[in-house]
């Protein structure tokens, strides 16, 4: 038998594939070609020994590969730990080599928020859908939400098949986006707490060895890490920012370090509770042992606020006074004066600037803030108006931090500036008969010309004045609005060439009690005629914010009335018109059918009904007989087919219910009105 050569033993072709790192189908290939040539059986049997041998020798390196990579990887993300300056950048290549080392499509890493309660996306690699990279996942929600949840790994062959997580609409919907399948998730724990979850994900099922799990474990760890280990750099450099601050406060300071120490600590006390510029004055005057006043841009001397601008300096204004300018971004605010000082040394003059630099933020501030809440309780109001659809619980929110409680009963008032062109204001003082035609003539106006939330005819000034003498009007009255708002914890926005406001009704108060009070603040706030026109009460806002528009139509009706009647300058509700009341409220946008009806039958003959109600009487019956019979008790006992005593009596107990008056014509006609209403409404027959 011939001794076979070298390149005739079998393991040679499979070395040859080992050194070149061959793909596994390859090693078939010799015993393929072997079979082809009809190689002897022992021949074959040491190709297939050697097959088997090579490939787990191959599968060896590819582990020992594999582990390799995962050690330099680990190593890598040690070492950018150690050099830590961009927390973004780590996660990111945190993210990026477990994607790669796992040979997934995708990873991505989220982070909970106490706050909310949920975990959000923080890093995404591979992903290529915005609804998927903008996800939150509620606690114990979806795959993440169970891994945040329970601090244990999770994982899943495919996850729209797998019952064990608690699928959302949401997540899904995102999940699906990015045509994730097989996911897997892993804690980021810090201490005994998650703090987030680390990702990898395929497009399609696959399984995850344990190997790949605790790999991800060790990434999630690294990542773990890296978050603490920037919240402390943070907290570190904050506290070196603070240091150095404090640093350049005690060197500027150090030659009269007691005096400094005190200014310090007075004006920041005086910021942490909120003083204000006339604070600061007085704490700096004690100070500095002279007369310190806060003078306003146009009654500080010119001159010497000029130089101290020029300069940057407080300077000297005559032989005793120092004049400190208080600016912000080249607008002058005002200035600190000290009088009594024919000498200051430097440390006492920067001491005096730096209270006009406190000076001018805290001017600023207030600004700011009264500009900033005044434009937040607009909004808000503005959404009432125009999005009645909104979310109760986010407009509830929006409110609480306003100091705004829209769970109680409000009025929607209507309010406009008049110009000196109208002429005086007058309160009218006409017979029944007048004040009914005239409130008549008023709605029909209304109704002609419309005055819903998209006019400005029912609320525009019509003076003829200059535009930009009306424009700063309206300004007037809209900063005056919102301050009212802001004391009385409503709201107020700037609308249809008025200001519409949205504020609370106290226990024991009216609409139109409010409505003229808020008439006269807001006129002597402006100093001109304001006429303000209200609703009927909207009982919660927040649970029904369509009402709040339905109010503003109705107050801006009252507010077009209260001029055709020539009451400009003056407030009323749609209750103060009588009858017109209902008339103006009768065709409120939004309220329910027939709620300004029942609201004008149960003011005016409301005492009636509640008393036949409780006591089984024909009250009620016998007013509409005794009207219809021309006011005549003969007649009326005719109709009821009773003794004329029996109506003397019942009516007399009518005028005990609704008052002496209610036979005199202005109230019989109101009577009469809700009397045929409340037939119509409550289909009674008489």
């Not at 072997?34 to 088997?52: F, G, Q, T, V, W």
């Not at 005629?529 to 919660?540: E, I, Q, R, Y």
């Not at 059918?593 to 019956?621: K, M, N, P, S, W």
């Amino acid at each position: 038998m011939p001794v076979p050569m070298p390149d005739d033993r079998p393991e040679n072709p499979y070395l040859e594939l080992l050194a070149r790192g061959a793909p596994a189908e390859a090693y078939e290939r010799p015993v393929l070609r072997a079979r082809a040539d009809k190689a002897p059986a022992d021949r074959l049997a040491a190709l297939e020994a050697a097959k088997l041998l090579a490939l787990r020798v191959r599968g060896e390196l590819e582990g020992r590969r594999r582990r390799e990579a995962e050690l330099s990887a680990l190593f890598e993300t040690a070492h950018d730990l150690a050099g830590l300056r961009d927390l973004d950048a780590v996660l990111q290549a945190i993210v990026q080599r477990a994607r790669s080392l796992l040979g997934t499509e995708v990873a991505y890493l989220t982070l909970n928020d106490p706050t909310a309660g949920d975990t959000y996306m923080r890093v995404t690699d591979g992903s290529v859908s915005a609804r998927f990279q903008q996800l939150r996942l509620g606690m114990g929600e979806g795959l993440g939400g169970l891994v945040a949840q329970t601090a244990r790994p999770y994982v899943t062959e495919s996850y729209f098949h797998d019952p064990r997580f608690q699928h959302t609409h949401a997540i899904d919907a995102g999940v699906r986006d990015e045509g994730l399948v097989a996911i897997l998730g892993v804690p980021l724990l810090l201490g005994s707490g998650v703090i987030g979850v680390l990702f990898a994900a395929d497009r399609r099922a696959r399984v995850f060895e344990r190997e790949q799990i605790a790999l991800v474990g060790s990434f999630a760890a690294h990542a773990a890490v890296a978050i603490d280990t920037a919240h402390l750099l943070a907290e570190t450099r904050t506290a070196l920012a603070e240091l150095e601050a404090a640093n350049e406060i005690i060197r500027d300071r150090s030659r009269v370090i007691e005096r400094a120490s005190d200014v310090h600590d007075r004006l920041t006390e005086l910021v942490l509770r909120g003083g204000g510029v006339h604070d600061v004055a007085d704490a700096l005057a004690e100070v500095l042992s002279g007369s310190v006043e806060f003078l306003e841009a146009d009654q500080a001397p010119a001159a010497a606020v000029d130089r101290s601008r020029a300069d940057g300096h407080a300077v000297r204004d005559g032989e005793e006074d120092w004049v400190a300018a208080v600016s912000a971004g080249g607008e002058l605010l005002g200035a600190l004066v000290l009088r009594g000082h024919p000498r200051l040394d430097p440390v006492d003059q920067r001491t005096l600037e730096r209270a006009a630099m406190v000076t001018s933020l805290l001017q600023l501030a207030r600004r700011s803030a009264g500009e900033a809440e005044q434009r937040v309780r607009g909004e808000l109001l503005d959404d009432l108006l125009d999005a009645p659809d909104r979310e109760p619980r986010l407009l509830r929110e929006r409110a609480a931090r306003l100091q705004a409680d829209l769970d109680t009963p409000h009025v929607v008032l209507a309010a406009g500036i008049e110009a000196p062109g109208m002429g005086t204001p007058t309160t009218g003082s006409g017979n029944a008969h007048g004040a009914t035609h005239g409130a008549t003539h008023t709605t029909t106006h209304c109704a002609t010309h419309g005055s819903g939330p998209g006019s400005t005819s029912s609320t525009s000034s019509t003076s003829g004045g200059a535009p930009a003498e009306d424009a700063a009007g309206r300004r007037r009255l809209w900063s005056a609005a919102s301050h009212l708002a802001a004391t009385r914890h409503g709201l107020a926005a700037a609308r249809d060439g008025g200001t519409v406001l949205l504020l609370p009704l106290a226990d024991g108060d009216t609409a139109d009690v409010l409505a003229r009070r808020t008439a006269r603040q807001l006129g002597t706030a402006v100093h001109a005629a304001v006429t303000v026109g209200a609703s009927a009460p909207v009982p919660a806002p927040a649970a029904r914010p369509g009402e709040v528009a339905a109010g503003y139509a109705e107050a801006r009706r009252c507010l077009a009335a209260l001029r055709v009647l020539g009451r400009a300058g003056q407030g009323a509700a749609a209750e103060d018109f009588g009858f017109l009341g209902l008339l103006l409220a009768g065709t409120r946008e939004g309220a329910p059918d027939g709620t300004g009806v029942q609201d004008f039958v149960h003011r005016t003959v409301g005492a009636v009904i509640d008393y036949d109600e409780r006591r089984g009487t024909e009250l009620i019956r016998t007013l509409d007989a005794y009207f219809a019979g021309g006011m005549s008790p003969a007649r009326t006992k005719d109709a009821l087919h009773v003794h004329v005593n029996t109506v003397a009596q019942r009516l007399e107990r009518v005028g005990r219910l609704l008052g002496p008056d209610w036979q005199s014509p202005a109230r019989s006609l109101e009577i009469q009105l809700a009397l045929r209403l409340h037939r119509l409404t409550s289909a009674v027959g008489y």
